[in-house]
């Protein structure tokens, strides 16, 4: 792993890492990465993280825990992206 190599993954990297995670519907994985990226990498989630988690919580039809997401984590709560990854 990169981590294993004393590689530190980007805010670019963590974003294909959550993207992938939630195409294959790897829920709990994107919520840890999401919730610990500043304690294992350094830098705080940015809008398209959160994207990417409201993304693993939509496909598996967590639709509630998605828009309590969106509301505790998400600061432009009117950004059109959040709410057709949610539909």
């Known amino acids: 792993t990169m981590r294993n190599e004393g590689l ?3 805010e670019i990297t963590v974003i294909s890492l ?20 500043n304690k294992l990498f350094g830098f705080n989630p940015v809008f398209e993280h959160q994207a990417c988690v409201i993304d693993a919580l939509s496909r598996v039809g967590r ?6 997401f969106i509301e505790k984590e998400v600061e432009d709560k009117n950004n059109i992206i959040i709410w057709i990854t949610i539909m």
């Open 8 to 10: 530190k993954p980007d």
């Open 18 to 37: 959550l993207s992938g995670w939630s195409h294959v519907a790897c829920v709990q994985e994107c919520l840890d990465v999401y919730y610990s990226m």
């Open 63 to 68: 639709l509630d825990e998605a828009e309590y």
